[in-house]
Structures are given as structure tokens and as C-alpha cells.
């Protein structure tokens, strides 16, 4: 099946049952734990659209445990970068009609939250399909290690992603249900 097809099948599934969920703060704060990730690290979120796995409860929770948050704000040719952000502060609505932060501060998190539109056991994701966060991944990584984090419902978990040379694979896949490493 083509990502095409893929992406319209798993969306409308996604909000038609599982709209206005969260994986919660407990379980993403154990994931943290696991990993022996201490405070001030920066945590790079996502607003989340679209009825994607909620973020903001546990973006929150982590800004109140001192550690950094910061937003994706997205370019021209389907480039992001990272700014620096907390609930104290207004967004901007993009041209996508997502909630971005201002770019004052531009930073590089030291553990990425991807939304997903769909997922397989090998940690390949299915996203909307601009290479948003696979550019952004695969330019990182040139300089910096990051946790890459994708966050599903479990029912998104596909037999095997359709991928090509750009796709990046993620280091874990946290669900309702639980992580795969």
C-alpha cells in the first residue's frame, strides 16, 4: 500500500476513535528515567494537530521538573528548526495553521518528540509526508546526538513502513500500550 493511501487511512482512523488523548506524564517520565535523563536537558515537543498523541500535559509537567521546552517552527523547502519556549509564553499561529513559538531562541533538544501518523518494529515512521522531521533529524545528527522519541497509539503500528533513501528511523516509539525499542 502506497504512504499515500497509508497516511488518509491511518488519520481518519485516528479521528474518528482516538481524538484528544495522551500518553501520561508517569509513563513518559519513567521512559526518562530508563534513559537516565536528568533536568535542564532540552526537550524539543510538538503542538499536536490533527488528533495526534497529546504532548502539552507533559510538556507542561516537564517545564514545572526545570527541564528546557522548545516548539518547531517550520521554513521554506520543508526545513524547522527548534526554539526555545514555555507555557508562560504566546504562540504564533503558521501558515499551516499550527501554534509555533517566536523565534527568539533557537536551540537543538536533547530529546526530539515526533508525532506519527504510523509505525513499525523497527522504529521507521509514517508522517504527513513534507519530510519535516526527517530533514531536520538527518541534519542534527551531523552534530549532535539526539533521542528521537515517536509517539502513537498503538493501532498505528503497521508490518512495515514504505520508506525511501531520506526516512529516518527513530530510537523509540512510545504508545498507549507501551515502548518499543
Given at each position: 500500500?502506497?504512504?499515500?493511501?497509508?497516511?488518509?487511512?491511518?488519520?481518519?482512523?485516528?479521528?474518528?476513535?482516538?481524538?484528544?488523548?495522551?500518553?501520561?506524564?508517569?509513563?513518559?517520565?519513567?521512559?526518562?528515567?530508563?534513559?537516565?535523563?536528568?533536568?535542564?536537558?532540552?526537550?524539543?515537543?510538538?503542538?499536536?494537530?490533527?488528533?495526534?498523541?497529546?504532548?502539552?500535559?507533559?510538556?507542561?509537567?516537564?517545564?514545572?521538573?526545570?527541564?528546557k521546552i522548545?516548539?518547531?517552527?517550520?521554513?521554506?523547502?520543508?526545513?524547522?528548526?527548534?526554539?526555545?519556549?514555555s507555557f508562560?509564553?504566546?504562540?504564533?499561529?503558521?501558515?499551516?495553521?499550527?501554534?509555533?513559538?517566536?523565534?527568539?531562541?533557537?536551540?537543538?533538544?536533547?530529546?526530539?518528540?515526533?508525532?506519527?501518523?504510523?509505525?513499525?518494529?523497527?522504529?521507521?515512521?509514517?508522517?504527513?509526508?513534507?519530510?519535516?522531521?526527517?530533514?531536520?533529524?538527518?541534519?542534527?545528527?551531523?552534530?549532535?546526538?539526539?533521542?528521537?522519541?515517536?509517539?502513537?497509539?498503538?493501532?498505528?503500528?503497521?508490518?512495515?513502513?514504505?520508506?525511501?533513501?531520506?526516512?529516518?528511523?527513530?530510537?523509540?516509539?512510545?504508545?498507549?500500550?507501551?515502548?518499543?525499542?
Open positions: 500500500m502506497s504512504k499515500e493511501i497509508l497516511r488518509k487511512k491511518l488519520i481518519n482512523l485516528r479521528r474518528v476513535n482516538f481524538s484528544d488523548q495522551s500518553i501520561s506524564f508517569s509513563r513518559f517520565k519513567n521512559l526518562l528515567n530508563k534513559l537516565n535523563i536528568k533536568k535542564n536537558q532540552n526537550i524539543g515537543g510538538y503542538y499536536p494537530i490533527n488528533c495526534e498523541i497529546g504532548t502539552l500535559e507533559i510538556l507542561e509537567k516537564l517545564e514545572r521538573d526545570k527541564f522548545s516548539l518547531p517552527v517550520t521554513k521554506k523547502n520543508n526545513l524547522m528548526d527548534f526554539y526555545q519556549w508562560k509564553q504566546s504562540l504564533n499561529i503558521s501558515n499551516q495553521g499550527i501554534p509555533e513559538p517566536f523565534t527568539i531562541k533557537k536551540v537543538f533538544p536533547d530529546i526530539l518528540l515526533v508525532p506519527l501518523v504510523g509505525f513499525d518494529k523497527k522504529k521507521f515512521r509514517l508522517g504527513y509526508g513534507g519530510g519535516f522531521y526527517d530533514r531536520y533529524i538527518a541534519r542534527v545528527f551531523k552534530f549532535k546526538k539526539v533521542i528521537t522519541v515517536g509517539l502513537a497509539f498503538s493501532f498505528q503500528e503497521l508490518k512495515t513502513v514504505p520508506r525511501n533513501k531520506f526516512d529516518q528511523k527513530l530510537d523509540i516509539i512510545l504508545t498507549d500500550k507501551g515502548i518499543i525499542k
